[in-house]
């Protein structure tokens, strides 16, 4: 119930939000860096609105049952500490709308920026006919690459039954039924023996202590897709191991390691990685290519 009755617009509870935020020292990391960016991203999807709407809009009355229902997601907000995409069930990547919910990880991989550059200069897009996400979760990364190359054929997997459920839901949403397969494997293991133009993974990579430091907010969040091992590398060396035998000659691997890129390079110091850097921010992704990725194959135990 609104214990606050004279919050009455729009921009009473944006302001109010962000007051609160700051107070409550949250943590931001799913989509914003911010107070004011964060109470936008919970309040304007609450109340179906666009986030390019009239600004005018802000100073509209809200009825009595809107308000309940902004005092109690911020209440939320702040007292659980959820992440705002799970309130609203929404997170964009790559300029798209996803479904999310406590079964997935909210998107936030550099990889967008990658999809939307067609994988160049690593990948000749016009010979892009088949691509595999592994570990894709909401399905986020094999839909935006589903949309930029509307002739390949795309395989999805996940080990969780639950993250391809809603993986199924942003399928549909997105209508690319015909073109994305969901598969449930634990990495390579149940997939159909095939060869990949591309593979991407953004795999769990947190390592055990990095998981007793994680913020309350990615403690919604579920282990299975975060927690990789002492080194948070368990699911990158298992993928090293094995995407040569799914690549095409010409095939390249993707991978996000995060912060074990350090892990990863300390491990393999001789390997070819190539580290790439991305204009809207973020890191710890390496690419490596078939004949790399087979010299590498003789230092992996």
Same mark, same amino acid.
């Given at each position: 119930m609104n214990d606050a009755p004279e919050l009455q617009t729009i921009r009473d509870?944006?302001?109010?939000?962000?007051?609160?935020?700051?107070?409550?020292?949250?943590?931001?990391?799913?989509g914003t860096e911010n107070a004011w960016d964060e109470a936008v991203?919970?309040?304007?999807?609450?109340?179906?609105?666009?986030?390019?709407?009239?600004?005018?809009?802000?100073?509209?009355? #809200?009825?009595?049952?809107?308000?309940n229902t902004l005092f109690d997601v911020i209440q939320k907000r702040?007292?659980?500490?959820?992440?705002?995409?799970?309130?609203?069930?929404?997170?964009?990547?790559g300029g798209l709308s996803f479904y999310v919910d406590e079964r997935v990880l909210i998107p936030r991989s550099p990889f967008a920026e990658l999809i939307e550059n067609h994988f160049e200069p690593w990948v000749e897009a016009n010979s892009?006919?088949?691509? #595999?996400?592994?570990?894709?979760?909401?399905?986020?990364?094999?839909?935006?690459?589903a949309k930029t190359f509307p002739e390949a054929y795309v395989d999805a997997s996940d080990i969780s039954a639950d993250a391809l459920s809603v993986a199924k839901i942003n399928v549909l949403r997105h209508n690319v039924e015909d073109q994305v397969t969901l598969h449930q494997s634990n990495l390579f293991d149940d997939l159909p023996a095939k060869k990949y133009d591309v593979i991407i993974s953004n795999p769990?990579?947190?390592?055990?202590?990095?998981?007793?430091? *994680?913020?309350k907010e990615y403690l919604h969040e579920p282990t *299975?897709?975060?927690?990789?091992?002492?080194?948070?590398?368990?699911?990158?060396?298992?993928? *090293?191991?094995?995407?040569?035998?799914?690549?095409?000659?010409n095939g390249v691997l993707f991978v996000e390691v995060g912060n074990s890129e350090v892990n990863l390079i300390?491990?393999?110091?001789?390997?070819?990685?190539?580290?790439?850097?991305?204009?809207?921010?973020?890191?710890?992704?390496?690419?490596?290519?078939?004949?790399?990725?087979?010299? #590498?194959?003789?230092?992996?135990?």
């Open positions: 509870f944006l302001r109010w939000a962000v007051s609160r935020f700051n107070e409550a020292g949250l943590y931001y990391g799913h991203a919970l309040i304007l999807p609450i109340l179906h609105l666009p986030f390019e709407c009239n600004r005018d809009v802000l100073d509209a009355k #809200l009825t009595k049952a809107e308000c702040i007292k659980d500490r959820i992440p705002v995409p799970y309130l609203t069930h929404e997170a964009y990547f892009v006919n088949s691509i #595999l996400d592994l570990c894709t979760g909401s399905g986020c990364i094999a839909i935006a690459c769990p990579y947190v390592t055990s202590q990095e998981m007793q430091e *994680l913020p *299975l897709g975060l927690a990789a091992g002492e080194e948070g590398l368990n699911f990158a060396i298992d993928i *090293l191991k094995k995407a040569p035998q799914y690549l095409s000659p300390e491990k393999f110091p001789d390997a070819p990685f190539t580290w790439l850097e991305f204009e809207n921010g973020g890191g710890g992704v390496f690419m490596l290519n078939l004949p790399q990725l087979l010299e #590498l194959q003789k230092n992996i135990n």
